[in-house]
């Protein structure tokens, strides 16, 4: 059995609604993440919000990262702030990058804005560009990079600015096999990383997004009323499936995956 423990709470989502015009697109969303205390192991929070396609994943992801106001309701990080734009590292699906600067330039700037490293920026950047096996990147354009290169200095610039929390919107989306492996991997370590780190990864991909989290949400519509909500958490440490490197094949895994889409 694995011993862990949940304490504060570092995030939470209190009510929230979201209505264009007449049209409510999430309603009475709640649920709140806590900080996982692992004794001996450094470990960060990877929490994934799942489901089907058009029912309201992308506006709640604006709506974390400060991009949107909601129609009703709060998200609030640290102590009860108000969560605004530019307080979470947002990775958004097309791994947005400044297309005129070579990415050492961009990862350097990204490094300025984090005062935590003054004096180190550099330092800091190398490290993470050996860790993601991007040296033959430095000094290429945006455009000269694969996707799979774009979104791992997506990953390291939002690194480097420091922020505590990561939203990745479909990080698994068009990626092959092999490169799936690798992302995934790459998660893993940012996730133990640092124990203040927590990712919140918007995704419809259940497998790996149940092979990634230690918990999942899953947002769906309820007893035909109009607008999504949570339907469900999965808390994947209890279950025994949190932090398992070859865990897709097994039954509990399997059951769980079922279980998630019966239910988006
Ligand atoms: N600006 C807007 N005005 C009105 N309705 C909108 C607006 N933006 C999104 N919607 C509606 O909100 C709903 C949820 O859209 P959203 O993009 O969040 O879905 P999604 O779960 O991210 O889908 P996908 O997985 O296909 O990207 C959709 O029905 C969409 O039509």
């Not at 990775?91 to 961009?106: A, D, H, P, V």
């Not at 180190?120 to 190398?126: I, P, T, V």
Request: proline residues 3%; hydrophobic residues 40%.
């Amino acid at each position: 059995m694995m011993t862990y423990k949940k304490e504060e709470e570092i995030l939470s989502v209190k009510d929230l609604s979201l209505q264009y015009d007449s049209r409510l697109i999430l309603r009475d969303i709640n649920f709140q993440i806590k900080n996982i205390v692992r004794p001996g192991c450094l470990q960060g929070q990877v929490v994934s919000l799942i489901g089907r396609s058009g029912i309201g994943k992308t506006q709640l992801f604006k709506l974390l990262a400060g991009l949107q106001t909601p129609t009703s309701g709060s998200i609030t990080i640290h102590d009860n702030q108000v969560v605004k734009a530019g307080d979470m590292g947002v990775i958004f699906q097309n791994y947005y990058l400044f297309e005129w600067r070579t990415i050492q330039q961009s990862l350097l700037l990204a490094a300025k804005q984090n005062t935590r490293l003054r004096g180190k920026e550099k330092e800091a950047m190398a490290a993470y560009v050996t860790q993601f096996d991007l040296e033959q990147c430095l000094w290429l354009y945006p455009q000269q990079l694969s996707g799979g290169q774009r979104q791992r200095v997506s990953i390291i610039q939002q690194l480097l600015k420091g922020a505590d929390f990561l939203l990745l919107d479909e990080p698994f989306s068009g990626l092959d096999v092999c490169v799936l492996d690798k992302v995934v991997d790459l998660l893993r370590q940012v996730s133990l990383s640092d124990e203040l780190k927590t990712l919140i990864i918007v995704s419809h991909d259940i497998e790996t997004a149940v092979a990634i989290s230690d918990t999942v949400f899953i947002l769906g519509p309820d007893n035909g009323q109009p607008g999504a909500t949570i339907k469900k958490e999965i808390d994947l440490i209890e279950r025994g499936l949190a932090w398992q490197k070859d865990i897709k094949k097994t039954k509990p895994f399997l059951d769980t995956v079922d279980e998630i889409k019966r239910c988006i």
